[in-house]
């Protein structure tokens, strides 16, 4: 049975929820403090608290952040010897830069087109695609390293491309104007990206509506990959392909290349992912695992008296009411900030379906990746929610 969470109050509107809890036989009635609830003393409080901490259950609401997924991967490009990386990435016998004509090629670039090389590395396909939008198009050479940005612009002034726009992006971030891109190319750099969800959804953020996304990577496949290849890699085609669309994405197609053996190819559009009726499309095994995971919260937005009556352990009560209010505020923005962050998908559940339609329709505008499930509170108990 769903168990109520223990809960301390840092400040009066502001509870650490327990996720997951495992209780000790002395802890399993709920805790309130310092409103509502049963009156207790101080020290007693400050001893549930010290073993909340200790065996580390607390979530800090709204200020969580995932773990990054490979830490230290982009270490060598903080300061990078950028002629040696230039004859590294460059060269002939390296699968990409044999096919490179082809790969841009099956991108579709068009004249006017606003590209984005994500993780550009030293301009390979910066410099192919500058020529193929001119005269009115623009490339986003996007990557973690100054040193190589600097290099591709430089080389890029000197090829007489001046339709080159250098970013220096950050671990979560690709920090491009919103809805300021067609295509976003990503070649050999997805599994150096730490923060998956973040340089994912800021990238479906900088896509225009229907703009696609392009993935070339490493085939990672236990017995015919190469020993490098399956260390340095974090994962395959399916989870790749599955975290991409957990973004926002819809996967178009895979394209296939006679002499592409070490790669693969594929293509995504921006897509709001929703049924019909406006629910997510993601399913409660994906549901379960991000909300595990750190990469997503659920939120209960039925009212107080619904919610004790019962509800999910993994679920934070943010009433339907309350957000009417919050987005009522004059400082909406900022006041919706203090309850959920921006940087997580946020799942959230109803009694049948129905309000959570609403506080999309709220959430949304303020530019929350918000997910309607259609299941109520039963029917995730149902599924093995607790």
Same mark, same amino acid.
């Given at each position: 049975?769903?168990?109520?969470?223990?809960?301390?109050?840092?400040?009066?509107?502001?509870?650490?929820?327990?996720?997951?809890?495992?209780?000790?036989?002395?802890?399993?009635? +709920?805790?309130?403090?310092?409103?509502?609830?049963?009156?207790? *003393?101080?020290?007693? @409080?400050?001893?549930?608290? +010290?073993? @909340?901490?200790? @065996?580390?259950?607390?979530?800090?609401?709204?200020?969580?952040?995932?773990?990054?997924?490979?830490?230290?991967? *982009?270490?060598?490009?903080?300061?990078?010897?950028?002629?040696?990386?230039?004859?590294?990435? #460059?060269?002939?016998?390296? #699968? @990409?830069?044999?096919?490179?004509?082809?790969?841009v090629e099956a991108c579709g670039i068009r004249p006017g087109m606003a590209v984005a090389d994500i993780g550009a590395g030293t301009g390979l396909f910066t410099r192919l695609f500058a020529e193929k939008v001119r005269p009115s198009g623009r490339v986003y050479a996007v990557d973690i390293s100054k040193p190589f940005v600097d290099y591709i612009l430089e080389t890029s002034r000197k090829a007489g491309l001046n339709n080159v726009q250098g970013v220096v992006c950050t671990p979560t971030s690709c920090r491009l104007p919103r809805a300021s891109i067609d295509l976003a190319f990503i070649c050999d750099a997805y599994h150096h990206f730490e923060f998956p969800y973040k340089t994912m959804r800021s990238i479906y953020?900088?896509?225009?509506?229907?703009?696609?996304?392009?993935?070339?990577?490493?085939?990672?496949?236990?017995?015919?990959? %190469?020993?490098?290849?399956?260390?340095?890699?974090?994962?395959?085609?399916?989870?790749?392909?599955?975290?991409? #669309?957990?973004?926002?994405?819809?996967?178009?197609?895979?394209?296939?290349?006679?002499?592409?053996?070490?790669?693969?190819?594929?293509?995504?559009?921006?897509? *709001?992912?929703?049924?019909?009726?406006?629910?997510?499309?993601?399913?409660?095994?994906?549901?379960?695992?991000?909300?595990?995971?750190?990469?997503?919260?659920?939120?209960?937005?039925?009212?107080?008296?619904?919610?004790?009556?019962?509800?999910?352990?993994?679920?934070?009560? %943010?009433?339907?009411?309350?957000?009417?209010?919050?987005?009522?505020?004059?400082?909406?923005?900022?006041?919706?900030?203090?309850?959920?962050?921006?940087?997580?998908?946020?799942?959230?559940?109803?009694?049948?379906?129905?309000?959570?339609?609403?506080?999309?329709?709220?959430?949304?505008?303020?530019?929350?990746?918000?997910?309607?499930?259609?299941?109520?509170?039963?029917?995730?108990?149902?599924?093995?929610?607790?």
């Amino acid at each position: 049975m769903p168990q109520e969470p223990l809960r301390v109050f840092r400040h009066l509107s502001e509870p650490f929820v327990l996720l997951r809890p495992t209780w000790p036989a002395d802890a399993r009635s +709920a805790v309130t403090f310092p409103n509502g609830g049963t009156p207790m *003393n101080c020290s007693l @409080v400050f001893r549930v608290f +010290a073993f @909340v901490i200790s @065996v580390g259950l607390v979530t800090w609401p709204a200020r969580a952040q995932e773990k990054s997924v490979r830490p230290g991967i *982009n270490k060598a490009y903080r300061k990078p010897d950028v002629k040696k990386f230039v004859e590294r990435f #460059e060269r002939e016998g390296r #699968e @990409v830069y044999d096919l490179r004509h082809q790969i841009v090629e099956a991108c579709g670039i068009r004249p006017g087109m606003a590209v984005a090389d994500i993780g550009a590395g030293t301009g390979l396909f910066t410099r192919l695609f500058a020529e193929k939008v001119r005269p009115s198009g623009r490339v986003y050479a996007v990557d973690i390293s100054k040193p190589f940005v600097d290099y591709i612009l430089e080389t890029s002034r000197k090829a007489g491309l001046n339709n080159v726009q250098g970013v220096v992006c950050t671990p979560t971030s690709c920090r491009l104007p919103r809805a300021s891109i067609d295509l976003a190319f990503i070649c050999d750099a997805y599994h150096h990206f730490e923060f998956p969800y973040k340089t994912m959804r800021s990238i479906y953020r900088a896509l225009k509506p229907g703009g696609e996304v392009v993935l070339v990577e490493f085939k990672r496949e236990k017995g015919k990959s %190469l020993d490098w290849i399956l260390k340095h890699v974090r994962a395959g085609k399916e989870t790749f392909r599955w975290e991409i #669309e957990l973004c926002g994405f819809e996967f178009l197609e895979e394209r296939t290349f006679p002499a592409m053996k070490k790669s693969y190819f594929l293509r995504f559009r921006k897509s *709001n992912r929703t049924t019909t009726a406006g629910h997510t499309k993601d399913s409660l095994d994906d549901v379960k695992r991000l909300v595990a995971e750190g990469t997503a919260l659920l939120i209960d937005v039925r009212e107080q008296q619904e919610w004790d009556a019962g509800h999910l352990t993994d679920a934070r009560l %943010l009433p339907l009411s309350r957000l009417r209010e919050l987005a009522r505020s004059p400082q909406a923005a900022d006041a919706l900030a203090k309850e959920l962050p921006k940087d997580k998908i946020i799942y959230c559940h109803c009694r049948s379906g129905g309000r959570v339609l609403i506080a999309t329709s709220i959430l949304k505008p303020f530019g929350y990746d918000i997910r309607p499930l259609k299941q109520g509170y039963q029917q995730l108990l149902a599924a093995g929610f607790e």
